[in-house]
C-alpha cells in the first residue's frame, strides 16, 4: 500500500503550516531529503510530530524553516471546516451523450454563503475540469489555501 498519496504533499504541508495548522499528524515532512517519515503508535504521533517537531522548531527556526508535520487529506479538510467554515465536496460529473467521467470541486462557507466551484455554466459537453478525483481533491485544498490566505 502506498501511504503517501493519503498525506499532502510537501508544499500544501508546509502552506497549512503557515496558515497556523498544528494539529498532531501520523508523519512529517523531513526537511533534508524532502521524504516523509511515518508515526504509528498514538503516543509516538503525538509527542513526535506535535511535541518533539514543534519544539524543535522553536529551538532550530532556521533549520527547520522547510519542515513540517504531514497531515492527510481529511486532516486537512476538516480543519478548513472547523477552524474557517469551509465545507468542501468533490464530485463525478458525466457527460450523459458520450459517458465520459470528470471530476469537479464545490467549495463553499456555511457562515458567509461565499461559494468556489469549477463547475461553470455553458461549459461544452465531456469539458471536465479535472480527469481524476486525486486531481479535482488537490485543486480544491489548493483553492481553500488560496481562500484561506486572502480573508
Known sequence: MNLEKEFLPYEQALELKELGFDEPCFGDWNYNNGEINYWYDEEIQNER???????????????????????????AFRWFRENHNWQNSIDPTADQHSRQLGYNYWIWNYKTGEEYHTMPKNRPAGDWEYKTYEEAELACLNKLIEITKTK
Open 49 to 75: 510530530t506535535n511535541k518533539w517537531f514543534l519544539n524543535l522548531e522553536e529551538q532550530f527556526p532556521k533549520m527547520n524553516k522547510n519542515g513540517c508535520t504531514a497531515p492527510t487529506f481529511s486532516q
